[in-house]
């Protein structure tokens, strides 16, 4: 296998591995977690490799999946004690436990591939010199291996657990009632978070493992109706941002860690901006739209009340429409063409009158009156 052939795989099994624990997260609102996790396990990681002084160590999991769980017990113990919101839990604990995991490193780890550097940003240009073999035949990449296992596992957890995964998402009360624990759901998905982001530090670090964990699942929340529906769109958005940070970064020479959560952040803001449904974009069509229909009606009501009277030849010329309804002389023009689309109202030689349609309109709504206010 080729270098670049070796980055590609790892950095789509990455981000692959990444984005199904982050669906779970994302749709339990859980998603600060993440990023509380990825950096509070690093005193974990760190603790373990001065026990076996070994990187490539199952030890090294396993201290990061227990001090993940720890993370997430600490933060429910502080936020459920009423002293302080979860926000500010979060932010207590994982700055806590990662500041204390940057001086373990800083001062019994440094030289050894276990420098801040390599724990922030990650080293995925490296990851194809790192190679695993075992009985004298060379496996390939070690990076791929464990992200690969790792990738299966949460396959796995999703596949096999995922009517238990759905119902702790959707309804936790019913699905006590079915006699499952959507506390061991919890923590299961925290254990799954905790061994991604460890297993993920030699690709990408643990700040950007966060935007791999979130980004992809994010986008898929904004375009899926379904939880299979997620998982599989969290899984094409995660390929597509690696497949296209790698292809950035090989052409601009940057760091592939971070062309690749640039590049899952750029397809956020698209799909948060085009999608037809719900973007940004398309909520701004509809409240334009809606804007121009509430302003045809007040139009029609307008013409109404002077039609047939002598100050109908003054008061229902569109010019004043501004000084009346205190309407901009465009925005004029915009509500008397959509009246005219919409067969409400038509221009006669510069004077406004209605037409059947909007008669009939403008009498319904002054027979119903103002919306009286809820009460």
Do not use: C
């Amino acid at each position: 296998m080729s270098a670049d052939l070796a980055i590609v795989a790892v950095a789509v099994v990455t981000a692959l591995a990444a984005a199904l624990p982050g669906a779970v997260l994302v749709l339990r609102r859980l998603a600060l977690v993440s990023d509380a996790i990825s950096h509070a396990i690093l005193p974990g990681i760190v603790l373990a490799f001065f026990v076996t002084r070994d990187l490539n160590s199952p030890w090294l999991l396993l201290a990061a999946a227990a001090t993940g769980l720890l993370t997430v017990v600490l933060i429910e113990t502080v936020s459920r004690s009423g002293l302080v919101g979860e926000d500010a839990a979060i932010g207590l604990v994982f700055s806590a436990l990662f500041s204390l995991g940057v001086i373990l490193v800083s001062k019994g780890a440094a030289g050894v591939h276990l420098d801040t550097d390599a724990v922030l940003l990650g080293q995925l240009a490296l990851v194809p010199f790192d190679e695993l073999v075992v009985g004298g035949v060379n496996l390939g990449p070690r990076a791929l291996w464990s992200m690969g296992i790792i990738l299966l596992v949460n396959g796995a957890v999703v596949v096999f657990s995922y009517k238990e995964l759905k119902l702790a998402i959707v309804d936790s009360g019913q699905a006590k009632l079915l006699g499952l624990s959507p506390t061991f759901v919890h923590y299961a998905a925290m254990a799954l978070v905790s061994v991604t982001a460890v297993g993920a530090f030699q690709a990408v670090g643990s700040i950007l493992v966060v935007a791999l964990m979130v980004a992809p699942p994010a986008t898929a929340y904004l375009v899926a109706r379904r939880f299979s529906a997620m998982l599989w769109a969290s899984a094409g958005f995660a390929v597509t941002a690696s497949l296209a940070g790698v292809a950035v970064a090989f052409a601009a020479d940057v760091s592939i860690a971070g062309a690749m959560a640039t590049a899952a952040g750029v397809q956020f803001v698209g799909v948060f901006l085009l999608t037809p449904r719900g973007g940004l974009l398309a909520q701004m069509r509809r409240r334009q739209r809606q804007r121009l229909e509430f302003a045809a009606r007040m139009l029609v009501v307008h013409l109404a009340h002077h039609e047939g009277r002598p100050e109908a030849e003054v008061e229902n010329r569109p010019e004043a429409l501004h000084r009346h309804l205190k309407w901009s002389s465009h925005f004029v023009q915009r509500v008397v063409r959509h009246a005219s689309v919409q067969g409400l109202a038509r221009n006669a030689g510069g004077l406004l009158e209605l037409t059947e349609v909007g008669r009939h309109l403008a009498h319904q709504l002054i027979a119903e009156g103002p919306p009286r206010p809820r009460r």
